[in-house]
């Protein structure tokens, strides 16, 4: 019997019907507050401690942000610059594993020589993008890369029942062009440091083509459908119909972007279901470890604990679970970072690059997995991404408000603001200012701080706070807080310099002045994104790169991160 469907992926549908995965699993609430991206938790194998235990009544406080700097809307939250902000994974591993599959093809010399049998089978779209507007003056390329959950091949063709149940996809009626993984990637003229930011495909936001507001997703699917029905009686076959609707959905859902993010597309590529499957079959499964046995009815996932190697419908399976995990999407998009690692490591082994076999597989696997647009260079791409396979690149989040946005027509939804995201894009890569460095006068031990849990995880209060009366701070009180997604430090009127000194402390958290923090005390509210000292597996480390590198000084020896030479549990 087929698994059932992981409302992570919902059935098709019509745009503006909602969407039955909002009802099925309401999403937990937290304080109605801007959210910067943030990293993911560290899941390292640890003894599981005691829950934190409420000492105080906690209730969502009333923050007072900053005064923003002018935008358009009125009272927005202030904007953040992205070198201050946490750093969170993209949800993106099945359409990055494919274009990774082709940098790493092109830029070996064993890849060379298979230059032609890798470009000449992939699909091209004209979408006009050279025509779209000037280049930037650096030089840098901007990449929207798309995951479609369709049960389509490249070339428009459904996929054979007998595929889609090994993908554990259900059926062909459960087919569509919703867009579950959006990622603009931004690559540098000069080889530096790379961004990835990912887009939550619940996004609610302005869609392009005059469709009003709705999730992101549907972008591609409002104008898709309109252009079919527009075509179907102009006498075309239903191929022509289904490749020149296809070409409106991504020209709307490159549109939507570009007027959301303020950045100009240069390039799209898109990648559905099979591809990723064919890809990890190909290089002979990505190994992987885990805490413990899950079992999953929803994607399938059936693991036992410890080290494994997956590869196809298991892979898919890994990267997609998130119902029965402690913390849902963050383990999600952790073990999306370990597998990435992972397939990095694999693809750079000499097992996979010189064995004819498996690099003709992959070299079929990645030519039938991709989409792009016909004006890219492959080879130039390959080019500009040799550099970035090796830790070269971070993975962010676009920043989001509420999480359970109620809607008109799209049910629960994520709260987004195009003026803050626009000021985020702009910002990436660019350094701090240095007004946001602590105090370095400042005495800790003048300073009482409290821990509240937000993040589902047991004990981390507790331990936090441990952590920090070892710097010197005085110990005030623990307990939990309604569910968080983003990690803060909150003070009261006069009290920035202290909190900044928690911040420094607990690894550059968000900091918020809160007209609730009494004088000398701060406030630490741990969100699910937490990571800092006290946290599971923690070993001193910073942001997320492509590789899984750390790019931080290391504290106390601990678990390893996740790297591309070695494999990290997880939950």
């Not at 821990?451 to 589902?456: D, E, F, K, M, T």
């Amino acid at each position: 019997m087929p698994p059932k469907r992981d409302p992570a992926d919902p059935p098709r549908r019509e745009p503006g019907r909602r969407d039955p995965a909002d009802r099925a699993e309401p999403p937990r609430r937290e304080p109605p507050r801007r959210i910067e991206p943030g990293r993911a938790s560290s899941s390292g194998p640890r003894p599981r401690p005691i829950a934190d235990r409420p000492t105080v009544r906690t209730t969502p406080a009333k923050v007072k942000t900053p005064p923003p700097a002018p935008r358009p809307r009125p009272k927005p939250p202030a904007a953040r610059r992205p070198g201050a902000a946490k750093r969170g994974a993209s949800t993106g591993a099945k359409v990055f594993v494919s274009l990774l599959s082709a940098a790493v093809l092109l830029v070996t010399g064993i890849g060379w020589q298979n230059l032609n049998a890798l470009t000449d089978g992939l699909t091209k779209q004209n979408l006009n993008l050279a025509d779209a507007g000037e280049r930037p003056a650096d030089g840098a390329v901007d990449i929207l890369l798309v995951g479609m959950d369709s049960r389509t091949d490249s070339k428009g063709n459904p996929l054979p029942q007998n595929v889609l149940n090994e993908l554990q996809a259900g059926g062909s009626e459960d087919g569509g062009f919703n867009t579950d993984t959006l990622i603009l990637l931004h690559i540098p003229n000069d080889s530096g440091k790379a961004f990835a930011v990912s887009f939550p495909r619940d996004s609610y936001v302005k869609i392009a083509g005059g469709f009003g507001k709705h999730k992101i997703n549907s972008a591609y699917s409002y104008a898709k459908n309109k252009a079919a029905e527009k075509l179907k009686g102009g006498g075309k076959s239903a191929q022509e119909v289904e490749m020149e609707s296809r070409k409106a959905g991504a020209n709307n859902l490159i549109e939507t972007v570009q007027d959301l993010t303020g950045t100009k597309i240069d390039h799209y590529a898109e990648v559905n279901l099979v591809g990723f499957y064919e890809i990890t079959k190909a290089i002979g499964g990505i190994d992987v470890c885990l805490n413990a046995p899950v079992r999953d009815s929803f994607s399938g996932a059936n693991f036992k604990a410890g080290k494994q190697t997956i590869e196809g419908k298991n892979a898919l399976a890994f990267v997609r679970q998130r119902h029965g995990l402690v913390m849902g999407d963050l383990d999600r998009v952790v073990r999306q970072q370990v597998f990435m690692a992972g397939l990095a490591k694999k693809m750079l082994s000499a097992g996979v690059l010189t064995d004819s076999t498996k690099r003709n597989d992959m070299i079929k696997a990645v030519s039938g997995a991709i989409v792009l647009d016909d004006g890219w260079d492959i080879t130039r791409f390959a080019l500009q991404m040799k550099d970035l396979t090796g830790g070269n690149m971070t993975f962010q989040t676009i920043p989001t408000g509420n999480p359970d946005l109620q809607t008109a027509e799209d049910g629960s939804a994520i709260e987004v603001d195009a003026a803050e995201v626009r000021n985020f894009v702009k910002n990436l890569g660019k350094p701090p200012s240095s007004s946001t460095a602590p105090d370095p006068k400042f005495d800790n031990t003048t300073l009482t701080v409290d821990v509240r849990n937000a993040s589902g995880q047991p004990g981390l209060a507790s331990q936090v706070l441990q952590s920090l009366v070892a710097k010197g701070f005085k110990a005030g009180q623990t307990g939990n807080a309604e569910a968080m997604s983003t990690s803060v430090v909150r003070y009261g009127k006069g009290g920035e310099a202290g909190a900044k000194a928690v911040q420094a402390a607990l690894g550059g958290l968000e900091v918020e002045e809160d007209v609730n923090v009494p004088a000398g005390r701060a406030r630490v509210f741990l969100g699910a994104d937490y990571s800092g000292p006290g946290a599971q597996g923690f070993t001193g480390s910073g942001m997320l790169v492509l590789d899984g590198a750390r790019q931080q000084p290391a504290d106390p020896p601990a678990p390893q991160p996740i790297t591309a030479d070695g494999v990290r549990c997880v939950n």
